[in-house]
């Protein structure tokens, strides 16, 4: 089995996600790993006379994984549940200083987060978020890096990398955050889309006197309360919708839908981090595959789905197959949330580089005729 952490020369703790208020390195040391077969299946349990207590004690044991498989560092004091992930914590920097006098370390090392700049240092330099996949949303969007720690204190020391050199070198920052803000936006509007029709209508409602627009801040309410996303809509409303040009104020809520071109709308604040902590609609999806809530889908249950789509695929029960094949990385026969969610990533990467190329063929096309 892979190790859950790492302790470097009793200085440095290495785990994926991170730690909480519980976290206890001696429990970590001590479980039955064999146990573990996925986070996502139950621990493996002995049978035993005192049941009762046995569940309470697996549970408490299986947070332990969790929490440092699944947890993210937040800004603010505390420890509270990742809703998002649906396992794990936000911890904060009171958090992580406890922890590391506790167990007599100088820093956490972690990933589970796409950075920018490959890396990020937070809790006054005492967490480190180190990404290693360069271009790990679309080309250019952002920075591998790895880290080196020398000397007896086992100073930090950063190598940032990408493996598509010149067209990283031809990006400044503010592009490389834009093309991953415009990949995030593209998923948030086919979210919209879905609700389209609740959506027009409560807009609707809201324009009494059918003029076509609306406040912002009856947009904003709208929008929350029909997609059921609790978003910073104020702050995405100028990637998302056309404002009055008349001056009033107001915004053309119809233009929500359209096929607008985000990167020449002006730049606001950038918004990816934000939508980085709000892409769930993946993540509801397997869980409406998943009928009987185990955390794996069966290929019985993908082809209960795809025979819902039936109408989109020729041969539904054989294509079926093909794709829960393709999406069981592991081989186990049963596809989890890790593996659904990182082929849809690979899919979408895969799509973005033949439109690429496909729009590079056309450019190169259209200078042989103008020549």
């Known amino acids: 089995w892979l190790p859950l952490g790492t302790v470097v020369n009793n200085k440095v703790l290495i785990v994926h996600g991170g730690i909480s208020d519980i976290t206890d390195l001696d429990w970590v040391r001590s479980l039955d790993r064999q146990k573990y077969v996925s986070l996502l299946r139950p621990p493996v349990v ?3 006379s005192n049941a009762v207590a046995t569940e309470a004690i697996d549970k408490m044991e299986w947070k332990q994984v969790f929490d440092i498989l699944w947890s ?3 800004g603010n004091e505390g420890c509270v549940p990742n809703t998002l992930r649906g396992a794990g914590t936000y911890f904060g ?3 992580t200083d406890k922890f590391l006098a506790k167990h007599n370390l100088l820093f956490l090392i972690r990933s589970h987060e796409c950075k920018i700049d490959g890396y990020e240092l937070t809790h006054s330099n005492k967490v480190v978020t180190i990404f290693s996949a360069s271009n790990y949303y679309e080309t250019g969007s952002n920075k591998g890096a790895y880290m080196k720690l020398t000397g007896p204190q086992l100073a930090p020391h950063f190598i940032q990398f990408n493996t598509a050199k010149s067209v990283a070198k031809a990006l400044t920052f503010r592009e490389r955050v834009g093309l991953v803000e415009s ?4 998923e948030l509007s086919s979210k919209i889309e879905a609700h389209r029709e609740k959506l027009v209508e409560a807009f609707r409602r809201a324009d009494y006197n059918s003029t076509g627009l609306i406040s912002v801040t009856d947009w904003c309410t709208v929008m ?5 996303l609790s978003l910073p809509w104020r702050m995405l409303k ?11 104020g107001k915004v053309r809520y119809m233009t929500t839908f359209q096929d607008i071109d985000h990167s020449k709308k002006d730049h606001g604040a950038t918004v990816v981090e934000t939508l980085y902590r709000n892409k769930s609609s993946l993540e ?3 869980r409406i595959i998943d009928k009987d809530n185990s955390g794996f889908i069966s290929l019985e249950e993908f082809k209960d789905a795809c025979e819902l789509l039936g109408e989109h695929l020729e041969h539904p029960q054989d294509e079926a197959l093909d794709i829960c094949k393709s999406m069981d990385i592991n081989k186990d026969g ?6 659904f969610l990182e082929t849809f990533r690979l899919v979408d990467m895969e799509g973005a580089r033949k439109e690429s190329v496909d729009v590079d063929s056309d450019e190169e096309l259209e200078t042989v005729r103008v020549e």
């Open 46 to 48: 002995p049978e035993t």
């Open 72 to 74: 993210d560092p937040q």
């Open 93 to 95: 920097p009171d958090v």
């Open 183 to 186: 990949s995030a936006i593209r």
């Open 224 to 228: 929350e309360a029909r997609t059921g």
């Open 238 to 248: 100028e990637k998302l919708v056309s404002v009055d040009p008349g001056g009033s």
């Open 284 to 286: 509801a999806i397997f």
């Open 334 to 339: 049963l596809v989890d949330l890790n593996e």
